[in-house]
């Protein structure tokens, strides 16, 4: 087959178009930087903004189907960006698909579309869409998510997965930023350390994402619907990120802010940042206070029905490959030095 697969130059990009390829597909990239490395593994790259219409709309020519893995992620920054990349961007590839004739769209969302601000436990896909939103991530992203599932038609059929928290190696955002903060001291327990939240092993999003597209031979099967993803069981957030960092030898996260006080100092460092227009992101947002110290876990029974998706990668097999990764890349010597 011919598969366009937009971000294939990122983190959980690249496992797809790493999966495509062992599969034999005919594989092109979208995205803004050349990958030079990709192309060499005989993969095109379009080099071009998601938000670039004509570019989108011309590189959906002749594919069989479409990863849609583009987007903004972050808590932080102008809305008209987010929306710029992850609405826009969508509708570009919506457009593209329906021109072009392409007969699968497979839409990486988030989680994040279902934020209602509190706890999320053992939440299924009758969660309705979230309406007080504190990020304009989760807000751009269920809108986009929206408009591709209330296009799938038996020209178009389009499914949307929801992987929450994607990690392993080769991940440059959420692993990384998390140890830096820990090895500076700036990283706090937020609450009583003790809520529970869902990850997704990077392979195992990537594998449901094909998954995803054989389920669409089928219709009526997972065309037109959403999908969380995670692994088997969630995690205790901080005793995870504790053990990862004592496997790194990085000193672990002992000091605790109550999440009141995490979500006040929230508040108030979003209004100076905003009042001053500071660029860089605050160390302590309300959502990231929500996020770090609530509940947020997922029933995936939808994903093992319909997709037939059961994780591969274990969170254990998937730690000590995360860590052997990390210390062969030599990113950590003398971790326990300040």
């Known amino acids: 087959m011919r598969i366009l697969v937009t971000g294939g130059g990122g983190f959980l990009g690249r496992y797809i178009v790493k999966r495509l390829l062992e599969r034999g597909h005919s594989v092109t990239i979208l995205g803004r930087k050349p990958q030079p490395d990709l192309a060499d593994k005989g993969v095109k790259v379009v080099q071009a903004d998601i938000a670039d219409e004509a570019a989108v709309v011309e590189a959906c020519w002749g594919q069989d189907v479409v990863y ?170 901080w005793e995870w990120i504790n053990d990862l960092l004592r496997r790194l030898d990085v000193p672990v996260v002992e000091k605790q802010i109550s999440f009141a006080a995490a979500y006040r100092l929230g508040s108030v460092l979003e209004t100076v940042f905003r009042t001053l227009r500071l660029r860089n992101e605050p160390p302590m947002t309300r959502f990231l206070a929500i996020q770090l110290a609530k509940d947020h876990f997922f029933d995936i029974s939808a994903a093992r029905r319909d997709l037939d998706y059961h994780p591969r990668k274990t969170t254990e097999q998937g730690v000590r490959e995360l860590v052997e990764d990390l210390k062969k890349a030599n990113r950590f010597p003398n971790s326990r030095s300040r």
Not at 72 to 99: D, H, M, S
């Open 68 to 237: 849609h893995v583009a987007a903004l992620a972050g808590i932080w920054g102008p809305r008209e960006t987010y929306f710029r990349a992850n609405v826009v961007g969508t509708r570009n590839v919506l457009k593209g698909c329906k021109e072009q004739k392409v007969r699968k769209l497979i839409y990486t969302s988030t989680p994040s579309v279902v934020f209602s601000g509190g706890s999320l436990q053992n939440a299924d896909e009758s969660q309705p869409y979230g309406t007080r939103w504190l990020c304009h991530y989760a807000e751009t992203k269920a809108i986009a998510e929206a408009e591709v599932l209330s296009a799938n038609c038996p020209d178009l059929r389009t499914v949307a997965l929801r992987p929450h928290l994607i990690w392993g190696p080769g991940d440059n955002h959420l692993i990384p930023r998390v140890i830096a903060r820990a090895r500076t001291g700036r990283l706090r327990i937020v609450g009583d350390g003790k809520n529970r939240v869902d990850i997704t092993h990077v392979e195992n999003a990537a594998d449901a994402h094909l998954l995803a597209e054989k389920a669409l031979d089928e219709p009526g099967r997972a065309d037109g619907k959403a999908y969380f993803l995670a692994q088997e069981e969630p995690i205790v957030l």
